[in-house]
């Protein structure tokens, strides 16, 4: 069987696509091609400007829906096309994620846009979509739906800990004979990407360059893990721009530049909040990982030097990789882990861990939009 898994992260940068195939034995997936699509900078906009309330909202989030539907079918088509063996009629799915503009599980609901019939009727493939909703509607936080994922691919006979740097920051802890334990850990690449372009006019920090050229406070560091309660929250957990964003930096900045009467440069700032991640995401592991072990990283910031090496600062002791070195390199590992969650949907299999999310039990998961 063939899946189509569709990706859009908290980093707002591309939708990344993989098409896999599904053994019927039921061993793992196998990846036979990878695309994806940038997102345009007004698209990028539009959906920064959804993140927070404003004018016309329903009208704008419906026009994003459908440009991020007309991107995925590029996707597809550059998927069919890069593997020219399958055709879209043995395609068994599209698992479609969708773009986060609001995550409010304490509210009830979570909010990616998405128009997956208009994605199934441009690629002529079955969409599955809205994954989280199910979840929240079970009492769950919706979120993270990687960890059942990372367990069945990455699973092993050592603790293993599989981090993921996207937008946001989450850990899937992984020991042997034991439930998995995973949530988010705080902000990745988010708040790195917002002072990158603000200061540079770039959209993200090209192999972390803007940080290595300045240095990590201390102090600001100790300042903006001690003013976040969310951080001491215990799982499960999660979180989003809905959190983490310019206002809240820009908060935290001020507070501290009054109490300790000193200036900052914005490179000093962007290699604090390359700490701010490693120094995280180590604590969280610290509290939750019952023992050392393996660490395998994907996302973005798997593919940052100067985040790897704070990681392997913070957690000595742990072998630190990315998830290339167990067979799925570490870009395609959500849109790999979004076509196994449609795999699951089809084949009427839970695709959520109740332990993880707090959900009341297992779900399946996602809506079925046909060919």
Request: hydrophobic share 45%; glycine share 10%.
């Amino acid at each position: 069987m063939f899946v189509i898994g569709l990706m859009s992260g908290t980093s707002l940068d591309a939708i990344d696509g993989v098409l896999a195939e599904f053994p019927p034995s039921g061993a793992q997936p196998r990846t036979l091609a990878q695309a994806s699509a940038a997102l345009p900078a007004e698209l990028r906009e539009q959906l920064l400007l959804l993140n927070t309330s404003g004018d016309d909202e329903l009208h704008r989030a419906a026009q994003a829906s459908i440009a991020l539907a007309d991107l995925s079918a590029q996707v597809v088509e550059a998927l069919l096309q890069a593997a020219p063996q399958i055709s879209r009629h043995d395609i068994l799915a599209i698992g479609s994620h969708g773009q986060t503009v609001r995550h409010q599980p304490q509210a009830g609901y979570t909010l990616q846009l998405n128009a997956p019939a208009r994605l199934a009727e441009n690629t002529g493939i079955a969409v599955v979509a809205d994954f989280r909703s199910r979840d929240v509607a079970a009492g769950g936080q919706g979120a993270p739906l990687v960890p059942a994922f990372h367990q069945a691919i990455f699973g092993g006979d050592v603790p293993r800990v599989v981090l993921n740097l996207g937008g946001i920051a989450n850990i899937s802890v992984l020991a042997p004979g034991e439930a998995v334990t995973a949530f988010d850990t705080g902000p990745a690449n988010v708040l790195l990407d917002l002072w990158c372009l603000r200061h540079t006019g770039q959209p993200y920090d090209a192999d972390g360059r803007f940080a290595a050229s300045g240095q990590m406070q201390a102090a600001l560091l100790d300042f903006l893990i001690a003013s976040e309660p969310w951080l001491q929250a215990v799982p499960p957990k999660s979180t989003g721009r809905d959190l983490f964003h310019a206002d809240w930096l820009d908060s935290r900045l001020g507070d501290f530049t009054v109490r300790s009467g000193s200036t900052l440069s914005a490179a000093d700032v962007q290699a604090t909040l390359v700490a701010f991640t490693a120094h995280t995401v180590a604590d969280a592991i610290h509290r939750h990982a019952s023992e050392q072990g393996e660490l395998y990283v994907c996302g973005g910031g798997a593919a940052t030097p100067v985040l790897m090496r704070a990681l392997v600062d913070c957690l000595p002791g742990y072998a630190v990789q990315p998830t290339d070195v167990l067979g799925v390199p570490a870009q395609q590992v959500e849109a790999l882990a979004f076509a196994w969650l449609a795999h699951a949907h089809v084949q009427r299999l839970p695709g959520n861990l109740p332990a993880v999310t707090g959900a009341r039990g297992p779900r399946i998961l996602g809506a079925y939009y046909p060919a």
